[in-house]
Each structure stands twice: as C-alpha cells, then as structure tokens.
RNA sequence: GCGGACGUGGCGGAAUCUGGUAUACGCGCAUGCUUGAGGUGCAUGUCCCGCAAGGGGUGGAGGUUCAACUCCUCUCGUCCGCACCA
C-alpha cells in the first residue's frame, strides 16, 4: 500500500474550502436580520512590517475558534477585520524602508489582507475598517471636534520625547529606559504646546467600573494600577516672613508628625516668590535651571541626591516648630502637589537629611501611633525596624487622621491619580490632521467657538455659562473645522519626514494651514499636527457594524450601492444608532495584554464620553474581555534583530493552515501562550493526517460510542473556557482509540467527531464531511449534544489506599462501587491489600462512593 | 519598594477551580518492523532508585487532613506590570 497517496493535500483542498465559503458568502453576516447576535472581536492588527506575525495568527487563531463554535451554537456570529494602519507605527516602517506612508500604506493592506485570508477565520470581508480610510478618520476627527466642543479637548503645555541623534519626536513607548528604541541615545525632553484629552475627568468612573468587567483579573489590576488613586491630605503651611501657603500632599498620614522639613519640585512655581530677594536667590536659580523637568532617567546616581535650601521657613500646623524649606530633585511636579513634607521615616528622605545634616525626629514604636490623638502626643514616629518604617499604615488609621487633620483646619482631605490626561497631538504626518483652527485675531478679542451662535446647544452639557466662559478664555482663537468639512484630508506630500525641529511636516505646507477663520473670516491658522494612533483605534469597534449601512463605507472593499439599505442610512453619526443598539457593546474581546492598558482604557474613556453625551446607551464598549498569552520561539521572545521572527505564511505553505491553527493552540493555556517550536509542529502534521486516514466501519463499539460522547462534554466545556489544548489533546486521545480499534467507528460517529473538530481545523473537518456525505456546509450545522447515558460509566475503578497510599484497585460494576460494605468486603479479600492489613488495627474506613476505600490503621 | 502570575520528566505541558490512581496529549529519545536509502508509516518502551518485592518523587521548610501538585504559613527562584508616587 502506498501511504503517500494518502497524505492529505492541504494546499488545494484549503484554498478549495477557502474559495467555496467566499462564494457562498459563509462568513458574511446579516447584520440587520441577526436575530441572536455575536459580536466576537478580537483586536485588529497594526502593520509594523511586511507582514503578519505567527503572534498575530495567534491571537486571531483563539478568537475565531470561539466565534466558530459560538456560531455552530446558533448564534449569529459578527466577526470582523481591519486594519490599524494609521499612525506611528506604520510610519516608521514606511520610514525605515524609504516609502511614503501614504503609498505604503496600500501595499501593506494587500499584503495583510492576502494573510488574513488564509488563516482559517471566518472573518467578514465585506465590513472591514481601516484607520486611514477618510470615510473612516472623519469620523476620528468628529469624535475630536466634540471633544472640543464638550469642553474635554485642550491646549497645554507639554513634555514631548526628542531623540537628538534621530532628530524626531518620539511616542513614549519607543522611549525605553530613557533612551531612543532606535539608536540608543539619551532622549531629550522638549516642553511644547500640545493637544489633551481630559481623561482625567473620567478617572473615578474608569476606576469604579473596573468592578463591573468580566476581564482577565491581570488586566483589571493593570488597570486599576494605572489610574493610581490614592487618597490622602493635603497639608498647608504658612511661611515665615511671607504672604505665601505652600500645600503638601501626604498618603500615609501617620508619619506627618514625624516630619522635619519641606521639599518642593525645581520646577514648583512658588519657587520663585520664596526665594526672591533673599541670599539664595541666584543660586536656587541655577540650581532650578540644571534640574528642572529633569526625569529619572536623564540623570545620574549623584544628580538624584543634590538639593538646596531656599533660605525660608515655615511653620508645622502639628508641632509648630519651624520646617526647613529645600528643593530637591527628587519631588515631581506630576505627583501630588509638587511639596513634600520629609521625616526619618522615607529611606530617600533620610538619606537627604543626612547628607544636609537636617535635623530629624526619634523613632517610636507602632503601638504608640493606633489613634490620632496618640499620634499626635507621641509626636508618632513609627518605628518597625531601623529608622524606616514600612507603608502598611491601616486604612482604618489613615481615615481617622484626615478626619482628624481636616477637624483641625491643617489640611484637607486630597484624592490624587496617577492618571494623566492623554497627550493627543503629534508633530507627525501620518495620522489624521487635528479638525481645529487658530486665529489670531480672534484670540485677541477674546473669541473662540465657544463665545459663537453655534455653541449654545453645548452649554448645558457642560455645565453653563460658567463653564464655557473659563473654556472660553482659555480657549481663545479656537474654533473647529466646520463639521461639514470633514474628512479633513491629508494631503499627499513629498516631505513627510518628521523635522529635526520638531515642527510637524504639515506646517510646511502654506497650502493645507492657510483658511478662514470660521468665526470672523480673517485669515487663520489649521492645526498641524495628527492625532495619536491610540485614537484610531479607540473607537473602531463602535464602526463595524455599520460599515457599508451608508452607502460609502471602506475604500477598497466597500459593497456596490444597495438600494435597500437606503432605509438605515447613517447620516450624521458614525454608525447607526438601531445596529448599534442590536450588535454592541461588543460580546466578546479578544487581545493582548501587552497593550491591552492604553488601548483599552482609552476605548473605555471615549465610549464613557459618547455614552455621556446621549450618542450611545452603554458605558463600556468590552464587559468581555480575554487576554491571551504571548507567543516565543524556541525559548525566546520573537524579534527582528534576534532574526527568529515566525512568519504564518512558510508554515501554512509546509503544513497547511488547519495544522497551524491546531498547534498553535496545542503549545499551551491560550491565556498564557507558548513556545513555537518546529518539531512540535511536525507532531502537529502527523496528526492532521492521521485523522485524513481515519476509517470508518459498519459498526461501532459501545467504547467508541461512549468515547464520543464524552468527547463532546470534554470539547464544548473546554471551548467554551477556552481551554483549546486539552480540547485538542482530548480529541488525539479520540483519534488514538480509533487507530487501537482498527477503525471501530461508523460514518455517523465520524460525522460527530468532525463537528467537534471543526471550529479548531476548518478546513479538513468540511472535506471529511462531505466525503461522509454531509450538507454543506459543516459550520453551519448545530453543534452536537451528548447524552449521559452514554457518560455514565457501567464499569468502575475504585481506589483501595492503605494510610492514604495507593494499594490497589477494583474494578467493578458502578452499582456496587456506591456499596462501602461491598467494596470494603471485596478490597479486604484483595491479596495486595490482605499483606497491608495484616496484624493491623483498621481505625477508620474512610470511603467516597464510586471513587475510593482508604482503611486508616 | 508596591502589585500580579508562575515553579510538575530531557522539552511544551496535563491533573490545581471542585484535595482522592501525579506526569494525559504532543515533542524528543531508544529498540524493532516497513522501505533500495533518506523520509514517511507502524509497533513497543521512556519520572528516579531497584533483578524483584518495594521505595522515593510536583523548587525548599513547616502545617491542616484519613488523603496535598492542589488548601494554609514561611522561604527560595523565574517572569510580567507600576514606580524618585511623598
């Protein structure tokens, strides 16, 4: 017999399958009729390289095998695809290879696209989203103008990442260790207006919802970790022989007694007040130019210690003792309220003292510190071991001090986060322009859209008169560019390098920045700069399902004008308000959690504001959310300048698409990931054409029978959990007991176990049906059920132990192995267990019915 | 420093949620068969010590329990996130 004829094709009987769903419109969803709708979204990829990963193929490989078995469960599977190609990332990889990210951008949709195609998922095609499109970014650019609008866009001033040797600005990811990702220098930071986003408005909300989320528990404590609220007080202190209070923030109000002096940021504004005119002056201020917006990582080991006293005083509102005030760079202006209050207990703050020979206070034991009052007469200096204490002040304590402090009018109580708002703008070309105009004229008179006809519709939602006259000021010479205007392009340019000045490429072009003013008509400035990557993909699940309801939906894959869906046309939303109410907030997310902070949080944050101002019904876009594992290489992390970088397409090309799908998900724990190795996958290809042989019978069993059914309860439980490699071990095991019958197995049988097979190996599973005659197409079937009769074993192991360790084991009918006198007869007639009993006391029989015998003696 | 996850054969990993036969499944390896050879395919074996009977064994030390990979305490180690955070 020749085997190699049996060897299972997977070239063209994949690309057969691939080309019949297509035709047959498999995968296309019927978005308006849907009545059990699945929305399975898993996160889009972001093209940083010629093409897809073997990491992506992943991710995507353990979403569809979920929206595959959701759908052969009766639901109505939407499970779409696009592209995140707007932005930093792109950009530099059309940088590094010398093209416009304009043009690339084009070759790199085709080349994912070819890829996306043959993994296997049932993705939709004829919805798909991509972030550069301008049917796609005018709505990004919607969503900034009503940022603007409700008063959570603004211009601030801002530290941006510079690498000098590359001459750019660079994202803060790319900023690592501080030091340029690309060239290793020592980046700069450059203080620039920029663009926010008012995130932190949402703070509380961001935080309390977290509560709410059926995510990983990693990815909520992330979360959590990163908004950073942290309750506390703030301290005020007059200072001698000034008009002046400085405030300093405290979380751990049991140690403010102990505290000696005062530390304020260089870059504090009060700065200058406490030391002019004093001797000092001249020296604090060099002192400030060195450190100030100085980072950790720009400075050396020394730098981190220097300091210097202003030559002022203030009064402690506890002790009433004069307090030293220092600068410091160790103090931040991002944290808290730039001041510290400094004792013996911070190992950082004593050091400091030491080395200024500061004076600082004894240590006292904890048991003096349990109340406020005690605190307070102890002058509580907690002391735990040495002269620093732990942080682990209970919360209870805390409460009681600020309780205490605010009763005395020392302070107030302070929540302080660590979230900062969200940095939106970029000095880059590729990302969509900012929809915002400056003039100048205006400015000077104090008008901006705010004080226009057009804004009075906005008041209320943001608060009245009041509210809008402060945006209004600050504001000022802002309008947006007329709704009516959008897509706002981006023109197509030569010079689409970033500067060496920091100077976005776009404010080179007199042609794009030049307009009228929208309020006075005078000649005014457009924004330059694009907005932040993280901003296109904020919101592009809300898109999907409305992709093509307007009639021009994506560029390249837009469905020809159908007249019968003029009645749910779009109009002046993003999406449509009836197939959002009916596919979202989405049913299930599926992405990584190396990204899954920024991103994440940001979607949260935009869908909390749409939701706020009436455009949508839900507060979080995800109650869903898997984070799957990473995946290596032979032990190590895959990279381009480890060389050691998997592509799917060698693979699918060697072992077919169904055996890297398989193998993919047999490496590991989906949530935990796996290492790739090449041998394995081998193993994985044996398998798929061990099932290509399986042969069929006229008869099965009763093993086999009983095999399968409790393969189907195995496969849909782990499916369902998403524990894909057991599932998949459990089906070898099946295919294993086949091979041991010789083919013990009727064609009905079969049929089961391809069902079982299908959303893990698509391709195969469907040519193997049909050739046992099934209906095309296999994923359209139901998905099959057990009976537990056929689960139920008949014939039982129960386990004889001796003190707890195993002796023996009785095989016997599932009846009697419920009958502790009948089991406990048999096992005593057992020889093995005879020789363990012998001359023993039994003191105790413990017995679990159907499962095990333990004589204790 | 704070927070989280993890530690099981030569390797990836099962069993941990719900305490009850530790190492399923796969890789690798070994031997044999098939084959002109390589490859493929098939069969058998593969935690450690021991001829066997038996004993030991899930990073380490304790504890709870009739029974612990599983639960608890401490400890060591690895990985990830946050961090001059007051």
């Given amino acids: 017999m020749d085997v190699k004829n049996q060897k299972y094709d997977h070239q063209s009987i994949e690309s057969k399958w691939q080309k019949k769903w297509q035709e047959a419109k498999l995968d296309e969803t019927n978005i308006e009729k849907a009545p059990k709708p699945f929305y399975n979204l898993m996160m889009f990829p972001y093209p940083s390289a010629e093409g897809l990963h073997v990491g992506n193929m992943y991710a995507f490989t353990g979403s569809d095998i979920f929206g595959r078995f959701k759908r052969m469960q009766g639901h109505n599977v939407f499970e779409p695809i696009g592209l995140d190609g707007f932005g930093i990332h792109s950009e530099n990889f059309a940088l590094k290879i010398g093209k416009n990210p304009m043009d690339q951008a084009k070759v790199s949709e085709k080349n994912y696209y070819r890829q996306l195609g043959v993994i296997g998922a049932m993705f939709d095609w004829s919805r798909t989203v991509e972030t550069y499109d301008p049917n796609y970014y005018k709505w990004t650019q919607w969503i900034f103008v009503q940022m603007f609008k409700h008063g959570l866009a603004y211009r601030g001033k801002a530290e941006v990442n510079w690498c000098p ?49 059926n995510w990983s528990e ?48 260089p870059d504090h504004p009060q700065v200058a007040t406490l030391v002019k005119g004093t001797t000092y002056e ?79 206070k004894e240590v006292v034991d904890r048991e ?80 901006s859209w705010f004080t226009t006809e057009e804004v009075k519709p906005y008041i209320e939602s943001i608060g009245g008169w009041p509210a809008c006259q402060r945006l209004s000021a600050a504001m000022a010479g802002r309008y947006t560019v007329p709704e009516k205007d959008l897509p706002l392009e981006l023109p197509y340019i030569k010079d689409y390098k970033p500067g060496d000045d920091g100077i976005a490429p776009l404010a080179k072009h007199k042609e794009f920045y030049e307009v009228n003013c929208p309020g006075c008509g005078n000649k005014a400035r457009r924004e330059t700069d694009v907005s932040d990557t993280f901003l296109d993909s904020a919101w592009y699940f809300l898109r999907y399902p409305s992709v093509g309801l307007d009639g021009k939906s994506s560029l390249l894959r837009a469905p020809k004008g159908d007249a019968s869906r003029s009645d749910i046309a779009v109009g002046g939303l993003p999406w449509n308000p009836a197939i959002t109410k009916k596919w979202l907030p989405v049913d299930m997310y599926t992405g990584g959690a190396e990204h899954s902070v920024l991103h994440l949080m940001y979607s949260r944050f935009i869908t909390m504001a749409l939701h706020d101002w009436g455009y949508l019904d839900f507060e979080e876009p995800f109650p869903n959310f898997y984070a799957h594992g990473l995946v290596i290489k032979d032990g190590a992390k895959m990279s381009k300048s480890k060389g050691n970088v998997v592509t799917p397409d060698e693979y699918i090309k060697l072992y077919g698409t169904d055996a890297l799908r398989l193998y993919l998900m047999f490496m590991g724990p989906f949530d935990l990931g796996g290492d790739f190795r090449d041998s394995a996958m081998e193993g994985m290809s044996r398998w798929v054409n061990r099932i290509w042989r399986l042969r069929t019978a006229q008869t099965s069993s009763e093993q ?18 998403r524990r894909y490699n057991t599932a998949i071990a459990a089906m070898m095991e099946f295919t294993n007991l086949v091979s041991d019958q010789n083919g013990n197995l009727t064609p009905d049988l079969l049929k089961i176990f391809l069902l079982l097979l299908a959303p893990y190996a698509p391709h195969i ?26 689960i139920k074993e008949n014939q039982i192991t129960i386990i004889i132990q001796v003190n707890g ?18 089991i406990e007869k048999l096992a005593k007639e057992n020889e093995k267990i005879k020789k363990y009993l012998e001359g023993q006391t039994v003191k105790k029989i413990i017995f679990v019915p159907g499962k095990l015998m333990n004589f204790v003696v």
Wanted: glycine content about 6%; proline content about 4%.
């Fill in 165 to 213: 040797s590359c001459k750019t600005v660079l994202a803060d990811e790319q900023v690592v260790d501080g030091r340029c990702e690309r060239c290793g220098n020592i980046v700069e930071k450059r203080l620039l207006e920029q663009w926010f986003f008012r995130i932190t408005a949402y703070a509380e909300k961001l935080l309390q919802n977290t509560n709410t989320l």
């Fill in 282 to 360: 001249n020296e604090v201020l060099d002192y400030v130019k060195k450190y100030k917006n100085s980072k950790k990582s720009t400075r050396t080991k020394e730098d981190e210690k220097e300091g210097i006293f202003t030559g002022r005083y203030v009064t402690d509102p506890f002790s009433g003792n004069d307090m030293p005030v220092w600068l410091a760079n160790f103090a931040l202006m991002d944290f808290g309220t730039g001041i510290i209050r400094c004792s013996a207990h911070d190992p950082r703050d004593f050091e400091f003292a030491q080395k200024y020979k500061i004076s600082l």
């Fill in 765 to 790: 599973a469907e040519e193997l049906w049909e050739k046992n005659r099934g209906a095309f197409s296999i994923h359209q079937q139901p998905w099959p059920t057990f009976d537990s009769k056929y």
């Fill in 218 to 265: 990693k990815v909520l404590v992330a979360q959590r970790q990163w908004i950073g609220k942290k309750e506390g007080v703030i301290i005020h202190h007059k200072v001698k022989e000034l008009d002046e209070t400085l405030d300093a923030f405290s979380a751990y109000p049991a140690w403010l007694f102990a505290d000696t002096f005062l530390v304020l940021a």
């Fill in 368 to 447: 003096d510190v349990k109340t406020p009052v005690n605190a307070h007469e102890n002058k509580g200096v907690l002391k735990d071991s040495g002269p620093f204490s732990g942080k682990s002040i209970s919360p209870k304590l805390i409460h009681e001090m600020v309780e205490w402090i605010a009763e005395k009018k020392i302070g107030k109580k302070e929540i302080n986060y660590h979230l900062r708002d969200w940095l939106i703008s970029r000095q880059r070309y590729w990302g969509p322009p900012i929809p915002m105009i400056f003039c100048e004229k205006c400015a000077k008179e104090g008008k």
């Fill in 805 to 822: 360790k195993l002796r023996d084991t009785l095989q016997v009918q599932a009846d009697t192995g419920k009958e502790k006198s009948e």
């Fill in 704 to 721: 086999m029978q009983r095999a399968l059914h409790k393969l189907v309860k195995k496969i849909t439980e782990d499916t369902e959990k």
